[in-house]
């Protein structure tokens, strides 16, 4: 489970890029909000198009425990106090920068660190395809 305050952007953006790279019969991933917003940021819809990962039709939700119920893993990005504590999961958290607002070349790095560290996780955990 990926989680940031609005489940826009970070967070949209490593649970897409995780479910592209992982083995379905090993892992999926999910990516929810402490505070979650209207829609997926149009700038990040935009850089993750140009990799071929179309989150049009991706919808920001509220993290909860029952939608944390069969987790393994909970990565935080950037929610600070107003993240979760979920017993009984690993935990990470990624100190990444909200994409909200910032040009396309700024999102583009972004989404290449959250890409660079979804692959970092996926082969620590055997997970990869």
Known sequence: MFACVHNAGRSQMAAAFFNAMAD?????AISA???????VHPEVQTVMAEVGINLSEAKPQLLTEDLAQGAHWLITMGCGDACPFVPGLKRGDWPLEDPKGKSLERVREIRDDVRSRVVDLLS???WRR
Do not use: F, I, L
Not at 24 to 28: D, E, G, Q
Not at 33 to 39: I, S
């Open 124 to 126: 620590r955990e055997e």
């Open 24 to 28: 379905p019969t090993r892992a999926h």
């Open 33 to 39: 909000g402490t505070q979650p917003g209207d829609r």
